[in-house]
C-alpha cells in the first residue's frame, strides 16, 4: 500500500517569490507520481506527472517537480508566483501495476500575498 | 476536452433521506470513481467502478453505494443520509491504467441537517 505525506498544510509566500511544496510517499512498489492543483470552487487539475525517465518534470503555469527516489520526494516548485497561483496542492501517487487507485496527500493551501 | 459533470453543486439533505449524487462524462472512459474531501484529509476514495456493472470498494465505502449501468454515468448512492456525511463529494473519470491522469468535476457540497 502507498501512503502520501504533505509536509506543509499551508504556505504564505508574497507575489513573485519563489515557492516549493513538500511531498513525501511510501511505497513498496515503484510507483507513477502527480500533482493536482484545485481553484477555488473547483475541481482538481492535472499540473504534472512523473512516469519515468528525467527526474525533473515540468507542467503547466510554470511549475515543475523533481522525482527522487532515494529520498522518496517529489517536491513542487516555482521560481515566481502570481496572485492567480492562490489554490489548493495535492500529490498523489499509484502503483506501477496497472492499478487505477490513486492515493492523495492531505494538501497544500498556496496563499499569495501582494 | 474532458467533461465531467456533477448534478448538483450544493446540496442540503436532512437525516435519515436516501440522497443520490450524479456523475457524467463525456469522454467514454471505461474507470470513474466517487472521492470525499474534508479539510486537512486530503481525498478519500469511497468507490470506483472500471467497467459498467462492475465497482470496488475504496477506502472509506461505509454508508454509501454505487451504481453504473451506463458508460458514462457513475451514482453514488447514500441510503441514510447521516451529520457526519456532510462533506465535499467529487466525482472522477480515467481512461486506462494508472499512468493516466483523472479528470475531475466540479463537486457537490452536501449538507446533511
Known amino acids: 500500500a502507498q501512503s502520501v505525506t504533505q509536509l506543509d498544510s499551508q504556505v504564505p509566500v508574497f507575489e513573485e517569490a519563489p515557492v516549493e511544496l513538500r511531498c513525501n510517499y511510501s511505497s513498496s512498489v515503484s510507483v507513477y507520481l502527480f500533482w493536482y492543483v484545485q481553484y477555488p470552487n473547483q475541481g482538481l487539475q492535472l499540473l504534472l506527472k512523473?512516469?519515468?525517465?528525467?527526474?525533473l518534470v515540468k507542467g503547466i503555469n510554470g511549475f515543475e517537480a523533481e522525482f527522487n527516489k532515494s529520498q522518496t520526494s517529489f517536491h513542487l516548485r516555482k521560481p515566481s508566483v502570481h496572485i492567480s497561483d492562490t489554490a489548493e496542492y495535492f500529490c498523489?501517487?499509484?502503483?506501477?501495476?496497472?492499478?487505477?487507485?490513486?492515493?492523495f496527500g492531505q494538501g497544500t493551501r498556496l496563499t499569495i500575498n501582494p | 476536452d474532458v467533461k465531467v459533470t456533477q448534478s448538483s453543486r450544493y446540496l442540503v439533505k436532512r437525516t435519515g433521506e436516501k440522497v443520490f449524487l450524479e456523475c457524467v462524462q463525456d469522454?467514454?472512459?471505461?474507470?470513474m470513481f466517487w472521492y470525499r474531501q474534508d479539510p486537512g484529509l486530503g481525498l478519500r476514495l469511497i468507490y470506483f467502478s472500471y467497467d459498467v456493472k462492475m465497482k470496488e470498494k475504496g477506502d472509506i465505502p461505509e454508508g454509501y453505494s454505487v451504481s453504473r449501468e451506463k458508460k458514462e454515468r457513475f451514482s453514488l448512492i447514500l441510503e441514510s443520509a447521516s451529520t457526519n456525511q456532510t462533506s465535499m463529494y467529487l466525482c472522477?473519470?480515467?481512461?486506462?491504467?494508472?499512468?493516466?491522469?483523472?479528470?475531475f468535476g466540479d463537486g457537490t457540497r452536501l449538507s446533511i441537517l
Open positions: 512523473y512516469l519515468s525517465g528525467s527526474t
Open positions: 498523489a501517487v499509484s502503483d506501477l501495476s496497472g492499478a487505477q487507485k490513486l492515493v
Open positions: 469522454m467514454d472512459h471505461e474507470n
Open positions: 472522477a473519470s480515467m481512461v486506462g491504467r494508472g499512468n493516466q491522469p483523472q479528470h
